[in-house]
C-alpha cells in the first residue's frame, strides 16, 4: 500500500511527515511501501530510499513521528511485474526472465 504523496523524484513530502505525525499516537507505524531502488517503483510519486533527498525527506518524517511519541518502520516494497516504464525515473524496460 502507499499514499502516493511523494514529490516526482520520490523524496518524501511536508504532506508525508504531517499524514505520519497525525498518526504517532499509535505507537508502532510501519509506513507504505517505499521502493530502495529506481526499479522498484510502479507508481508514480511514491516515496523511496535510495538516494541522499529521499533520505533526508524521510527523517523529516521520523523526526514528526518520534516528537509526536511515535515510532515507525519503512516498509520496504518492489513492484515487480507490476512495473510499467512510464512510473520509472529512468524508463527502463521490465526484465523479464524465463
Do not use: C
Not at 62 to 90: C, Y
Request: charged share 20%.
Amino acid at each position: 500500500m502507499t499514499r502516493s504523496r511523494a514529490l516526482p523524484d520520490g523524496t518524501p513530502s511536508d504532506l508525508v511527515a504531517e499524514y505520519y505525525g497525525q498518526r504517532a499516537s499509535v505507537g508502532l507505524i510501519i509506513s507504505e511501501g517505499t521502493q530502495p531502488s529506481d526499479d522498484g517503483q510502479g507508481y508514480t510519486n511514491t516515496p523511496g530510499i535510495y538516494t541522499e533527498n529521499h533520505i533526508k525527506g524521510w527523517k523529516k518524517v521520523t523526526s514528526k513521528v518520534h516528537s509526536e511519541g511515535g515510532h515507525i518502520f519503512v516498509q520496504l516494497m518492489h513492484v515487480g511485474r507490476v512495473l510499467h516504464p512510464d512510473n520509472t525515473p529512468h524508463h527502463r524496460q521490465l526484465l523479464h526472465l524465463v
